[in-house]
């Protein structure tokens, strides 16, 4: 069932110490930045995150890592211009990393989501990531087995809900916020607008609102996420 | 087949190409029609000297077809990036669609030609360019190894000597490979190699070669050279 | 728990259930806000006890939660068809996507509640309902192994004994089975049947009893009833 | 690169005996009539079929098996009130049967268009349609092993398509067209309308133009298809 929560605070709030997080985002672009911010505030740690990156500038995820709320890290691409706070809590060995190839990580929260055990992938074998792991070849081409990778909460961002938690996206934004809203116990969305059933037109709906928990609604204004991205675009 | 095997009017071989020279090379070996990922860095230069008449369709992987050119002061959108993530724009025909389906339009075989940097690469087509393997660094690899095993045609676009002038076609791989016998075309300063399955084994071949003879390339490379 | 446990009128336990009084009561068993599938036959009638307060999403795995009441005149599209190809029709909050997303959906454990038809079910909870065995029968399974095993809650709705009067509930299926310990409830005209983990082991219990004795369903029934 | 047919019989005509066939549809919903008539009129045959049903009716794929042109049937659900020709080749040990749960058919297609070499699926676990298959135990639930179904050719039907291919759907007849679209070398499209490139919203776009190779414009009635499927609709 789909609920309302009055504010990012609300919808965090019940975050456990020691809770996977799955975090959507590609760089800025689709990162909830306002439920990061509440669960910051919240408090909640020794917490395990699933994100393509490993936060950047100092904001959001970067915040939580810097605060050692982060003992592992899941990602494909922890290492950018301003990911300073992750560059200083690896280095410290304070923060533990599994690195996974982009595809891989988009397909395991796919598993996780599809109800799929495990999967081959070509990706990744013969590398220094694939090492230890199950491989096999199937019809002449060689395959890593990789297995779900499941979050107790999700935070998404998207442009709009309905009522019943049906979602739409605005362009790259889209990113892993399907796979990981299927793929978590627990989906909390921000949305920029929420709009009665029925406002969506059915065939454009990207995530049904099966997937979704709770909805945060926190307004944004066309000219400050432009404005935004201006300022804190950094070269992958 | 969608790679071109001629070109309007190849460039001077009688000295190495400009980065420009060679994503200029590069642009024009893409046949028309194709869905192309150019991959972060030296490659990203080829978009400029693709022509509207060879109607490439541009994929980026954090999940778009049909990526337009980079975004200049008002295009700029928070909302729309590449995956180098830097501001771009949208063409008529685009679509959006998320990270497991863009990954999986990769790994399923759909992308015609996918240009990438490299560190090395060896004869048989094997691809290092996610990591030094420096002990000190701090590892990342992004959608790199899934760029390198996805698309048809992987071209890699590099100089052919490293800054100590060996060569970065080798024998085999001593930087940590992203890929095993997956580039197709290795495009660099000093020519332009075919590597291409012959009698069940993967073999790298001259193209042409540029700035350099054919003989003192294949002195200065530590494997035989197939013309 | 999307599972109601008490009932607001139960109805009379001196006679046996109609097919309209056990789709009434599974109706009324569902939690609100739950997202439900209804397989084929039987089951398809507890849509018409569904309360609009209840607020239950309907899934049909041919791609669409939201689903409305069978379609009448005007509104016939063939378009628009549940899985039993019966034309439909749509609620405000529809979603459409297609049947590989569809089934991700049953199988990722997304749904709260999938009520089935059955030719037997084990005392475990193993399900036959998609093949009699017969020698000179045309096999057909279409979602059938993919609900059983899906949904948070399997309940199934059937008579309790065939026509020969032998239970269908059984110590082990002798049908093909559809999925392994699979089912939670059984919904028959004698009884309500809950299914549930006990020390590691999946037991049958009987929550409550019609127009038959405790008793004599205990001797009509070839394994050890709980209560 | 994506190619518009100028009537069905082109758009299908380079189809070869023995190939295997993706065929749209769920019943009616969706299921390329035109073309698969044209297919029937081309003379194709020895082929592989993976669609979910096996035919109903005198119309598209009921009439390829009457003409025995199907050696092949790759399906969840054969055997309907109106699969009389199907019916009879089966009993006449005239055509061959790979019967697969119908999640299991959706996500072997998707796997084929998505490069995974196999996956461990739930379905089916313990059942005869399983026997023989590899198995395995992961974190408690048993799987079966699947692997991918490939097709030469898909034969799809979507509402529109824009000059690159890109498609957008109708209600329940999208069922298999977009993991059809992508798990085949050659798609082929039959499409009520086309439509210049940009007319189509970027972000409600089901099925990118990657996939697309053939696009045939069928024109049907908004009116047609309300009678045909008042006229047509059987039972399961």
Redesign the interface.
Same mark, same amino acid.
């Given at each position: 069932?789909t609920q309302t929560a009055k504010t990012a605070a609300d919808a965090v709030a019940d975050v456990q110490d020691g809770s996977t997080i799955l975090m959507g985002g590609?760089? %800025?672009?689709?990162q909830p930045m306002e439920l990061i911010d509440a669960l910051l505030e919240g408090g909640a740690t020794d917490l395990t995150v699933i994100n393509?990156n490993a936060g950047q500038g100092d904001a959001g995820l970067a915040l939580l890592i810097k605060e050692r709320r982060v003992q592992k890290i899941i990602c494909?691409?922890?290492? $950018?211009s301003d990911s300073w706070h992750?560059?200083e809590a690896?280095?410290a060995g304070e923060i533990e990393?599994e690195? +996974?190839? $982009?595809? %891989?990580?988009?397909?395991r929260?796919?598993?996780?989501?599809?109800?799929?055990?495990?999967?081959?992938?070509?990706?990744?074998?013969?590398?220094?990531?694939a090492e230890g792991k199950e491989t096999?070849e199937?019809?002449g081409?060689?395959?890593v087995l990789e297995?779900p990778l499941r979050g107790d909460v999700a935070l998404i961002k998207a442009l709009k809900a309905?009522?019943?938690g %049906?979602l +739409?996206?605005?362009?790259?934004?889209?990113?892993?916020?399907? +796979?990981m809203a299927?793929a978590a116990a627990h989906t909390i969305v921000q949305v920029e607008e929420l709009v009665?059933?029925?406002s969506l037109?059915?065939?454009?709906? +990207?995530t049904?609102?099966?997937?979704i928990d709770t909805i945060a609604v926190i307004p944004t204004a066309s000219g400050q996420?432009?404005q935004?991205?201006?300022a804190?675009?950094?070269?992958? | 087949m969608p790679i071109r095997e001629t070109l309007p009017s190849r460039p001077d071989t009688s000295e190495r190409l400009s980065r420009e020279q060679l994503a200029e090379l590069v642009a024009a070996d893409i046949a028309p029609s194709s869905y192309v990922n150019l991959g972060i860095g030296q490659p990203t230069k080829v978009s400029d000297y693709l022509k509207p008449e060879q109607k490439i369709t541009l994929h980026t992987e954090n999940g778009m077809l049909g990526m337009g050119p980079a975004a200049q002061g008002d295009q700029v959108d928070e909302d729309l990036i590449n995956a180098g993530k830097i501001p771009v724009t949208e063409l008529p025909g685009t679509s959006y669609f998320h990270h497991a389906d863009s990954f999986s339009m990769m790994r399923g075989g759909h992308l015609d030609v996918c240009v990438l940097g490299a560190f090395q690469v060896s004869a048989n087509g094997d691809l290092a360019n996610w990591s030094t393997g420096a002990p000190d660094a701090i590892p990342a690899v992004g959608g790199a190894m899934d760029l390198a095993i996805g698309a048809k045609e992987v071209f890699v676009m590099m100089s052919l000597f490293a800054r100590d002038g060996t060569p970065k076609i080798v024998p085999e791989c001593t930087y940590p490979v992203t890929g095993l016998g997956c580039v197709t075309r290795v495009y660099t300063d000093h020519g332009v190699f075919l590597i291409t399955e012959h009698e069940g084994e993967r073999r790298l071949k001259l193209r042409e070669h540029y700035g350099i003879t054919r003989e003192e390339l294949a002195s200065r490379l530590d494997f035989d050279l197939h013309y």
């Open positions: 069932m590609f760089g %800025n672009a689709g393509n494909s691409f922890p290492r $950018q992750f560059d690896y280095r990393l690195l +996974v190839p $982009q595809g %891989n990580l988009a397909e929260l796919r598993a996780a989501g599809a109800g799929i055990g495990a999967f081959f992938t070509p990706t990744g074998y013969g590398t220094e990531l096999r199937i019809d081409i060689n395959y297995y309905d009522e019943q %049906n +739409v996206y605005r362009k790259t934004a889209r990113n892993f916020g399907p +796979v299927a009665p059933a029925g037109d059915p065939e454009t709906v +990207v049904p609102g099966i997937y996420r432009a935004a991205g201006a804190s675009f950094s070269r992958k | -």
